[in-house]
């Protein structure tokens, strides 16, 4: 599995909102199919997923080499089920009515969902794109670069594992099979031996 790592991909912001609530997750998974028309593969598990499935729109924010990882942190690692990810107000909105993050990113992809795809821990959204906005000519961030640059280093020690994802660093002998990693909520497989 490790030759996937391989694959460019690019980091997002994908931005939802219900009858009440903006909410946002990070995504590696958008990818143009058509002229006017984008992938996005979203997780069945993440709360914005039943948003999007519901409300049939969604907008891609294209995350820019600037973004800190504070703002992985703020977005992709904690659940909007419980946490108002919006709270500091840092949006403007877009003629859909959703939210677009106004730092750290470069673009801003208006979408509405025409097909979908289940592909069983996913769901493919096929979206047309129905409006968008350029923001600056900073350059995109790659998943390559946010490992790079961006991502915290494991720290050195005698054993233990470390969260491929988050660099949360588990201290034992054994990972548990089942065991869920506390701050990005992946399983046991992305999470590798320290050395």
Same mark, same amino acid.
């Given at each position: 599995?490790?030759?996937?790592?391989?694959?460019?991909?690019?980091?997002?912001?994908?931005?939802?909102?219900?009858?009440?609530?903006?909410?946002?997750?990070?995504?590696?998974?958008?990818?143009?199919?058509?002229?006017?028309?984008?992938?996005?593969?979203?997780?069945?598990?993440?709360?914005?997923?039943?948003?999007?499935?519901?409300?049939?729109?969604?907008?891609?924010?294209?995350?820019?080499? &600037? %973004?800190?990882?504070? @703002?992985?942190?703020?977005?992709? *690692?904690?659940?909007?089920? $419980? +946490?108002?990810?919006?709270?500091?107000?840092?949006?403007?909105?877009?003629?859909?009515?959703?939210?677009?993050?106004?730092?750290?990113?470069?673009?801003?992809?208006?979408?509405?969902?025409?097909?979908?795809?289940?592909?069983?821990?996913?769901?493919?959204?096929?979206?047309?794109?129905?409006?968008?906005?350029?923001?600056?000519?900073?350059?995109?961030?790659?998943?390559?670069?946010?490992?790079?640059?961006?991502?915290?280093?494991?720290?050195? &020690? %005698?054993?233990?594992? @470390?969260?491929?994802?988050?660099? *949360?660093?588990?201290?034992? $002998? +054994?990972?548990?099979?089942?065991?869920?990693?506390?701050?990005?909520?992946?399983?046991?497989?992305?999470?590798?031996?320290?050395?």
């Amino acid at each position: 599995m490790s030759a996937l790592h391989k694959i460019g991909y690019g980091l997002y912001i994908v931005t939802v909102k219900d009858e009440s609530k903006d909410n946002a997750l990070i995504v590696n998974t958008v990818m143009q199919v058509a002229d006017d028309k984008l992938a996005v593969s979203v997780n069945k598990a993440n709360y914005s997923h039943d948003i999007i499935k519901s409300t049939g729109k969604l907008n891609v924010n294209c995350l820019s080499e &600037k %973004a800190p990882f504070s @703002v992985f942190e703020k977005y992709g *690692f904690c659940s909007g089920r $419980d +946490t108002d990810k919006f709270a500091d107000g840092v949006v403007f909105r877009t003629e859909n009515g959703l939210a677009g993050i106004t730092e750290y990113i470069n673009a801003v992809l208006c979408l509405e969902i025409t097909a979908s795809a289940d592909l069983g821990s996913h769901t493919m959204f096929i979206c047309k794109v129905t409006d968008s906005y350029v923001v600056n000519d900073d350059e995109s961030m790659t998943y390559s670069y946010y490992h790079k640059n961006v991502k915290p280093k494991a720290p050195k &020690k %005698a054993k233990g594992y @470390v969260c491929k994802i988050c660099s *949360f660093t588990y201290d034992g $002998d +054994t990972l548990p099979e089942d065991y869920i990693c506390p701050i990005c909520k992946h399983p046991a497989s992305d999470f590798e031996m320290i050395k």
